[in-house]
């Protein structure tokens, strides 16, 4: 980080999607964002002005996130997030849904709460298509976990465990009598969520190419 973006820090709160850097070891190793736990019953997630966790709305059924949830800072779903999606679904309409990629992290550790910053690894991916736009889920593993430290594809991840995930992502848009219209069309492993991560940080250059003169001169 710069010495401005260091100085600015400590006077204020830095936007989590845009002044969180994502980390000189990425995107072997990224800083994520979680916004939510395990244990939320309501769903939160950034407000993109402001950068505060808001309450998006409370989960209209009983389940919940099975790992922690968020997103990676400095990335997002563009033209060619989007361009792989269409060249391994064969959907020419797929278009990026223009959000930071979305990460769920697996750790033994108990974390109560969200809004927090975490390094994790990743592992792998769903591809999930939402009403013909790029949803990709990151799986990674926490940085350093003791229990999940030695997963290095999504293929070491007991299929319960990834089975939970899938059914969670898959159903919490849904509203009574009116399900999303989503699918996961595949799960990939970490070289695929590896180059996804790497076309996100293309996506997010392109698309805030301008932000540093921007903040330079507020």
Known sequence: MDPIGKLMGLRYKSH?????????????????????????TVKYEVDKVSGYLKIDRPQKYSTTVPALYGFVPQTFSGEKVAELSREKTGNDKIIGDSDPVDICILTEKEITHGDILVRARPIGGFRMIDNNQADDKIIAVLNNDALYQGFEDVNDVPKSVVDRLKHYFLTYKDLPGNPADVEITHIYGREEALDLIERSIEDYRMKFENLDTLLSSV
């Open 16 to 40: 989590p999607w845009h002044g969180v850097d994502i980390g000189d070891d990425a995107p072997g190793i990224v800083t994520c964002f979680i916004e939510m736990v395990p244990r939320d």
